[in-house]
């Protein structure tokens, strides 16, 4: 378990008293409504375990008086308001247990509302548990005094704290995290573009030469995805001149065969019958006939196809022998081809590269680099970091122009599925040794007007904007240069709506 650094909240530091009332939503500046009024001593707690946050306000006890309590637990998960569970407060003394409240059930999502007497005079140790079925987590709140009249350690906030209400922050995604020393080594981002894999890359020629028609089903176009034997078109052999009048005789020399072989079968059928001519003689002129058949239906098909092109009569068909996206159409439809040209290209959408090209930087500043993750054009960041790798230890370099080529190989699988061949990404390569540095999660920092701030939690729901220098980046962490120190409590989550609400004085944010 850990807690907020001693000078922060100290236990027993005097914290004004914000939720006198809670069957009313939180106002924690009804203490100081009036000028001059001053408020009783009071109590503030906030403290943190692996999987819960409690912040805790009572007044300083004083003998033989109730104390209320108001507890707020959030779960560190989701930082959303517990639901259920059991609160309890504990006085020791010499380890020695004096005094014990308890409050089964919230009494509004996230709130134990509940009062118990104050233990005679003296200083105890105070601990507090939230339990919820079998498990419990314990958060030692220091030692408080028992003493009338009642007694708080002097402290105060610092000048321009804001205050968020745990009620808010329960309504928007919010979150926090300790400033913390963490290994980080140096991030690049360079400008990338997805594309299928050399290997996950087709190109369809023309088996013939003739007039490429596309499927009328599925027109050709950039990005249309096509399946694995999908029909994309046909060719019509073309003929010309005397290939034309060939196939003409062609057609009307069979035509004429298979009506004399008609007619001579008509003739031997009855002569057979009558045992004058032997059976063979009739399959020879069955065979033949279907032969001559099977020629003038081949032969009128391709004259038709060429005569009229939209009957597709003697056709080759042209399928697709891969499943993807089709990334660009070389042939309109209907124009003519040569056998082995190409027709269009198909790249598949599986195994996938990340092109990167930039001006060339020195080879040991780019030695040993490990792509890392990619930043898609609507701000996602894709991690890439166990199943991605660099084609060559480094980038290729094109001797005149300078220009560097560096290529990412990114295994198919789940979780890379908002790259999409052509799109753009910003590619982030971490390079170098890591070295422990004091970091944040880089979601803490809050750009205001041009300038990086963190929002850093002084208690539950009292926080102060801090001027940050941020150094080198790793994956989702920030190096901290200044304005933070470790053991500091920062928000990741919610940073912006902190600081909208400081605009507005102490009105709840609008992005309930």
Partial sequence: MRSVPFALLAAGALVPLGCHDHEHPHDHDQGHAAAGEEDAPSLAFTRWSERYEVFVELPAPTPGQPIPYHAHVTRLDDFQAVTEGTFVVQFFKEAQLVLEATQEGVKRPGIFVFESAAPPAGAYNLKMRYQLADQADTFDCGTVEVASPAKAEEGELPGGSITFLKESQWKIPFGTAWVETRPLAEELELAGVVEPAATDQLTLVAPTSGRFFQNPKSALAEGLQVKKGELVGTIIPSVSGEDFSRLELAVEETRLNQAQLERELLRVTPLVAQGLLPLRRKVELENELASLEARLKSAGGRLSGVLSPSAQGGSVPVRS????????????NGAPVEAGSP????????????????????????????????????????????RAHFLSTLPVVDARSRIATWIV???????????????????????????????????????????????????????????????????????????????????????FDIHLNALMGTIESHRH
């Fill in 409 to 495: 190989d990114v295994t198919p699988g789940e979780g890379v599925s908002g790259l999409l061949p052509g799109s753009s990404v910003v590619l982030a390569v971490r390079v170098g040794e890591p070295e422990r540095r004091v970091s944040i999660p880089r979601t803490a920092v809050v750009d205001i007007n041009t300038r990086p701030y963190a929002f850093v939690q002084l208690d539950g729901e009292h926080f102060e904007r801090r001027a940050v220098t941020i150094g080198r980046v790793d994956g989702p962490w920030v190096e901290i240069g200044s304005g933070l120190k470790e053991g500091e409590r920062v928000v990741t989550k919610g940073g």
């Fill in 321 to 332: 022998t891969l499943a993807g996206l089709i990334s660009m159409v070389l042939v309109p």
């Fill in 343 to 386: 027709i269009l290209r198909i790249g598949g959408t599986d195994h996938l590269w990340i092109r990167t090209r930039f001006v060339a930087k020195p080879a040991a500043a780019l030695l040993g680099g490990v792509p890392i993750a990619a930043r898609l054009p609507s701000g996602e960041r894709v991690a890439l970091e166990e």
